[in-house]
């Protein structure tokens, strides 16, 4: 067993302050994916229920802010495409559902 020397003073406290900065930086990373991950859920959310609605010949629900939606019919579909993006990462995100089309 090998005791500590005189010379190793503060080595622990340096590898820390070497390492924090990676620690927080995958630790920032994690967070904006999971932001991510949770937006795009609620992009997709929104897409099913547009879709549904104007298949029926209503209007879509509220849009979460930041997203565009696209529609387009065909088929006897109606096709719904939701654009944002990620509130921390600053991602594209995309979401696309189609219901039957109720109008026909």
Same mark, same amino acid.
């Given at each position: 067993?090998?005791?500590? +020397?005189? !010379?190793?003073? !503060?080595?622990?406290?340096?590898?820390?302050?070497?390492?924090?900065?990676?620690?927080?930086?995958?630790?920032?990373?994690? =967070? !904006? %994916?999971? $932001?991510?991950?949770?937006? @795009?859920?609620?992009? %997709?959310?929104?897409?099913? @229920?547009? %879709? /549904?609605?104007?298949? /029926?010949? &209503? +209007?879509?629900?509220?849009?979460?802010?930041?997203?565009?939606?696209?529609? $387009? /019919?065909?088929?006897?579909?109606?096709?719904? =495409?939701?654009? *944002?993006?990620?509130?921390?990462? !600053?991602?594209?995100? =995309?979401?696309? %559902?189609?219901?039957?089309? *109720? &109008?026909?």
């Amino acid at each position: 067993m090998r005791w500590p +020397s005189a !010379g190793d003073g !503060g080595s622990i406290a340096a590898e820390l302050a070497a390492a924090m900065p990676a620690v927080i930086v995958v630790l920032v990373l994690c =967070t !904006g %994916a999971l $932001q991510s991950l949770a937006r @795009q859920a609620v992009l %997709a959310d929104v897409a099913a @229920q547009s %879709a /549904r609605a104007l298949a /029926r010949g &209503g +209007s879509p629900p509220a849009l979460p802010s930041g997203a565009a939606l696209s529609e $387009q /019919r065909d088929d006897g579909a109606v096709c719904v =495409t939701v654009r *944002g993006s990620s509130p921390a990462l !600053g991602l594209p995100l =995309t979401a696309r %559902a189609c219901a039957l089309d *109720g &109008g026909l």
